[in-house]
């Protein structure tokens, strides 16, 4: 399956929803997940991520494991999305800060 980590929080650029076949994004107030049971390992949305925040689970660079519980955790009580959205205006000021999993919003 595809995850989705830190550096997506506070960025959201949502340019990976658009492109997922099985719509399996779950987004919260500054970050979305990737559903584990839904995800079909496509890898279409790894590349379309301007923040570079979705990799496969095999993948995960170091300090981000943490994000699988966290993709399927929060994935079930997050409503879908599946269509792109802005992003928030600071989104580029954002964009590979370290620690931003103390700014997660649930
Ligand atoms: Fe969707 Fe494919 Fe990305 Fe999985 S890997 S979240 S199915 S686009
Ligand atoms: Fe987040 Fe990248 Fe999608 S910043 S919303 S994973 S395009």
Redesign the pocket.
Known sequence: ??VVTENCIKCKYTD?VE????D??YEGPNFLV?HPD?????????PECPAEA?FSEDELPEGQRQFIELNAELAEVWPNIAEQKDPPEDAKEWDGKPNKIELLER
């Open positions: 399956t595809f990976c492109v997922c076949p099985v399996c994004f990737i839904e995800c079909i390992d496509c890898a279409l949305c790894e979705i």
